[in-house]
């Protein structure tokens, strides 16, 4: 239907009334969307993955190798007991508490409440996509994102997290 039709269909019956309804809920949700993508927010979690990963890149050599990336999980075990618990990584990380569990359970694969070494390894393996034993940015950046649209998805189809 051509933007010139619209002002036609919308003054005829109800089913067609319907349609132009669902045709601008349509055009609606288009428009948010790509709006929605470019909002301050987004390039805000760009800027601060990057920050993230140029913070894991010890040696500046523009990949997070498994010591790196292990390394800047555990700065956040406070107790220094080995585990990474919801608390510490709150504290650590400093986002929203809802956020922080989500991506928090996302680390933890074997669901036992805390991030220990065989989480970590987990997590550098999924994020190592071209198995170079090292990050690179744009593999951190990809994996990053795809882990937040995956809770993102989780947050909308589920009931709140808490």
């Not at 669902?22 to 301050?40: E, F, G, H, R």
């Not at 990949?63 to 292990?70: G, T, V």
């Amino acid at each position: 239907m051509s933007l010139h039709n619209h002002k036609k269909c919308c003054a005829l019956s109800y089913p067609t009334t319907f349609s132009c309804m669902m045709l601008k809920l349509a055009t609606l949700l288009i428009v948010l969307t790509v709006v929605s993508c470019q909002t301050p927010s987004t390039l805000k979690v760009a800027k601060d993955i990057e920050a993230f990963f140029k913070a894991m890149d010890k040696d500046v050599d523009g990949k997070a190798s498994y010591p790196e990336f292990y390394n800047s999980i555990y700065a956040m075990d406070s107790d220094k007991n080995g585990k990474v618990i919801l608390r510490e990584y709150i504290a650590g990380t400093n986002p929203s508490p809802e956020i922080a569990r989500a991506v928090f359970n996302y680390f933890d694969s074997d669901v036992d409440g805390h991030l220990d070494e065989d989480d970590i390894k987990v997590t550098f393996n999924q994020y190592d996509v071209n198995r170079d034993r090292g990050i690179s940015l744009a593999e951190f950046s990809t994996s990053f994102e795809c882990m937040l649209s995956v809770i993102r998805q989780n947050f909308v189809t589920s009931k709140p997290i808490g």
